[in-house]
């Protein structure tokens, strides 16, 4: 989706760990490489009756802690690369928060805006059959992601299954709660995000109440992000999404903003607020910053003049690894995206849980749970962080969750 290529990123910050953790050489190897590799290119029939090709691609990066796990992105520059890279992520995200899963990731390379629910439900069935012997319960387990919901979970699950011919809702998670998605797996992805935020506040000695937060992308993880931490006493004094930014510094009614971009489409011009670019919105004076929209917003140019104390990375790969030296020199307490948004893949997998059991929960035992791993989790990374000195929070998520990896490799020895 970025000019930068994100494999090369990805590479880069596993080389860095490796060599740090001393990883042998064969392990090294083995997880500089995704595990298994599918690209499938396929027909959908068009609402004009033409028949189009697509290409998708279902990446399983690791297998060693588990089934693959992670989301399907429709976007016009999916490439196999970005797949490769965010299917290696996913395995770090899940490492880190010890969920019993390896990683993956999935692509199709189509523009959805230009598509129609008919077209999107054809293209999304025949990839799901393109990818069904490749997928399954205890293989890999996809999700949404860019430009994919709970509608396409449906029908990937419904695909599946009439396939199989029993109901498998366990082949897919992010489903809608009437065929078996779970409570709470909405705001997961914010709320997992908040209790990293709060336990960073009590490690900085900074009060929640009353401080101020700053959010770009007011999307799933934005808008959730800004509901839950107002709820905790802050002030969410500036948001933006792709149209724009906007800032009060009284603070803004998430709920009321939510209405305005619902009626206009945009953030921008709401009433009492200033317009702001989303360029300006990233400099603005807070004590937390939640980017929560696109890869690369926090880089080289502008990262000198980000004035919050903690950075809280709900979107994935906000910081260039240029920028993360800087942040850490400047005293900015960054959480990282493997932490940080790592609420939707665990409330994720209760939803496979409660699907292989056939036995759900309620709304307060899902956050209950979701809360013990964030905050366990933070602590962890944390210690390393204080244990190593020199090393970032970044740096500390991924040196656990890197030998978390390889020891499950170590254990499973190499067959035959
Ligand atoms: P979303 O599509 O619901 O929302 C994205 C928001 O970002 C929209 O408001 C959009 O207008 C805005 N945006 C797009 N371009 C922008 C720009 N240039 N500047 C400012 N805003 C811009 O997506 P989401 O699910 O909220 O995901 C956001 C980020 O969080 C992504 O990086 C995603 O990978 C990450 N994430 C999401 C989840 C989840 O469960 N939703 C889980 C883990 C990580």
């Known amino acids: 989706m970025q000019e930068k290529n994100i494999w090369e990123v990805a590479l880069k910050q596993f080389d860095n760990v490796a ?3 001393n990883l042998e050489s064969y392990i090294r190897e083995k997880l500089r490489r995704p595990n298994r590799v599918l690209t499938v290119n396929f027909p959908v029939r068009m609402d004009d009756g033409s028949i189009k090709m697509f290409e998708g691609y279902r990446v ?3 297998l060693d802690r588990g089934p693959a796990k992670g989301g399907i992105r429709y976007h016009p520059k999916v490439t196999l690369d970005e797949v490769k890279a965010l299917a290696m992520w996913m395995t770090w995200k899940c490492a880190v928060v010890n969920i019993p899963y390896g990683g993956g990731k999935g692509g199709v390379i189509c523009n959805p805006r230009n598509m129609s629910m008919g077209e999107l439900e054809r293209l999304t069935r025949r990839f799901a059959i393109e990818i069904a012997s490749f997928i399954g319960p205890q293989r890999d387990i996809p999700a949404p992601d860019v430009n994919t919901n709970p509608q396409t979970m449906a029908w990937i699950m419904d695909t599946y299954s009439t396939n199989v011919g029993y109901p498998v809702p366990g082949v897919i998670t992010g489903k809608p709660v009437e065929i078996g998605g779970s409570e709470g797996r909405g705001e997961a992805t914010a709320r997992g995000c908040l209790f990293t935020i709060l336990k960073a506040c009590k490690f900085l000695g900074l009060p929640v109440k009353n401080s101020r937060v700053v959010i770009q992308g007011y999307g799933n993880a934005g808008y959730n992000m800004a509901k839950l931490i107002k709820g905790e006493g802050a002030k969410v004094i500036a948001v933006s999404d792709s149209g724009g930014g906007i800032y009060n510094e009284d603070g803004l009614d998430p709920e009321e903003v939510m209405r305005h971009k619902k ?12 317009n702001v670019t989303n360029g300006d919105l990233l400099e603005i004076e807070c004590e937390i910053l939640v980017p929560a929209a696109l890869e690369d917003q926090i880089n080289e140019s502008n990262v000198d003049r980000i004035k919050a104390k903690i950075v809280a990375e709900a979107a994935n790969g906000p910081t260039t690894p240029g920028a993360d030296k800087i942040l850490l020199d400047r005293g900015i307490f960054l959480i990282p995206d493997i932490l940080a948004n790592a609420g939707g893949v665990t409330v994720s997998y209760f939803e496979w849980v409660q699907n292989l059991q056939a036995f759900y929960w309620k709304e307060e035992e ?4 979701l809360k013990e791993i964030m905050e366990n989790s933070f602590d962890q990374v944390l210690e390393i962080f204080l244990r190593e000195k020199d090393v970032d929070m970044r740096t500390a998520a991924y040196m656990l969750a890197v030998n978390r990896v390889a020891e499950a490799i170590r254990l499973r020895g190499i067959y035959p």
């Open 366 to 369: 899902v956050n209950r749970r």
């Open 19 to 21: 060599e740090r953790l």
């Open 263 to 274: 009626e206009t489409g945009s953030v921008v011009d709401f009433p009492g607020a200033k």
């Open 60 to 62: 399983q990066y690791s």
